[in-house]
């Protein structure tokens, strides 16, 4: 007689008290606006970990009062909820998904025309509800144990982003992928992936903003191998084939339509470029590394457009003692828009690294500080440059409740 799972459904809550600093508020700012802030994040989440099933539901909303500037306190918005159902023991149903409301702050001029333009007091800082970006995705997938060796997966993900100024810049995303891996022994698995996703994006008619459709078909090879009992690598990589219809606006005396478009206003273009999944892992007794770098077709970070992104990233944890624990994240991407803002290709460069540390002072009280830097270059076709350098840090007192188990 099988036994039965003595897991539980557990419900946790915690309660994060922040208080940090910013050197630019508005990130893509003239001006730096450097200003501190106090936070308070409850997170909740239920969970279940059972033979047949498991689910992870998780809710966390942010309030954030800043200390100078008036006007931007308020808050952010963070789910998650993931569930796998193993139907039968060689079938497998999982659906999973995220949503994500973060406010963003712009430049306005100040009624004061006895400032010259270039006066950085002639600028304030207002936040309302047309700065607001909302990400969400769910995904859903079957899978199939056809032998002990053989596996089969087919998946489909839905991502919508949606970056609401005047009007709104809108990217959605469709994806479906097939996959299948076999086990060639004890320490390697091969597998071949064909994914297919189409685009839509919608730039602001009010900015006369490009907007259009992206098709991309991948098909990509992998390998995964276990190089030792605490070392691992794997990597999956194949063509891509990019298709784009862009639509141009309407011509208007302030953004007339370029010449090379037809009088259509719709242009394709057709790209060819190959995607890549790299990852390894490597730990210690007291220690974990990890990096990985991945290439992708991705939405245009805020403008109406596709991008080739490359990410590329790296994180060293160390136990230092059974009470304290420090992280080191290096992080590098680099965004190439198809066909951006009026027309021109946008390049994105940026550069991060954050340092951590969580120090356990009670059985449910722990102490976490963080500091980050990052460096970000925007180039475009005209010739346009724009180079910022941020940091941000914080301290943080995090408060676990006594989980309900039920």
Do not use: C
Request: charged content about 30%.
């Amino acid at each position: 007689m099988a036994t039965a799972s003595t897991e539980a459904a557990e419900l946790k809550m915690s309660l994060d008290t922040r208080a940090g600093g910013d050197n630019s508020v508005v990130r893509r700012n003239r001006k730096s606006t450097p200003d501190g802030y106090f936070a308070l994040a409850p997170q909740v989440a239920l969970r279940d970990k059972r033979e047949e099933l498991t689910y992870d539901l998780r809710y966390r909303p942010t309030y954030r009062a800043y200390m100078t500037i008036d006007g931007i306190d308020g808050v952010d918005h963070l789910a998650s909820a993931a569930t796998d159902w193993r139907v039968t023991p060689a079938d497998t149903l999982g659906v999973d998904g995220r949503f994500r409301r973060q406010r963003r702050f712009r430049q306005l001029l100040v009624e004061d025309d006895t400032l010259p333009i270039t006066d950085p007091d002639r600028f304030s800082v207002d936040e309302n509800d047309r700065d607001i970006v909302q990400r969400a995705y769910a995904s859903a997938y079957y899978s199939h144990v056809f032998t002990p060796r053989l596996n089969g997966r087919i998946s489909y993900r839905f991502d919508d982003v949606d970056f609401r100024r005047e009007d709104q810049v809108d990217t959605r995303a469709h994806t479906a992928s097939l996959n299948a891996s076999y086990v060639l022994g004890p320490k390697t698995t091969v597998g071949v992936v064909v994914t297919g996703r189409m685009r839509a994006n919608r730039g602001l008619e009010s900015a006369n903003e490009f907007g259009g459709d992206t098709l991309t078909g991948d098909v990509g090879f992998s390998v995964r191998r276990a190089i030792s009992p605490t070392l691992s690598a794997s990597i999956q990589a194949g063509p891509s084939f990019i298709e784009s219809k862009v639509r141009a606006p309407r011509g208007s005396l302030a953004f007339p339509t370029p010449p090379s478009f037809p009088t259509s206003n719709q242009r394709t273009e057709s790209t060819r470029s190959f995607f890549a999944v790299a990852t390894i892992d490597k730990s210690w007794r007291k220690s974990e590394f990890s990096a990985g770098y991945t290439r992708s077709e991705s939405g245009g970070g805020g403008t109406a457009s596709s991008s080739i992104v490359d990410r590329l990233n790296a994180t060293f944890r160390h136990r230092i003692s059974e009470f304290l624990t420090a992280r080191l994240r290096g992080e590098w991407n680099r965004r190439e828009e198809l066909k951006g803002v009026q027309g021109q290709d946008q390049k994105v460069e940026r550069y991060r690294v954050v340092a951590s540390a969580e120090q356990a002072l009670a059985r449910r009280i722990t102490l976490i500080a963080q500091f980050s830097y990052s460096h970000q270059e925007r180039d475009n076709s005209s010739g346009a440059r724009v180079k910022n350098d941020f940091y941000r840090g914080f301290l943080s007192l995090r408060y676990l409740f006594d989980p309900i188990r039920f």
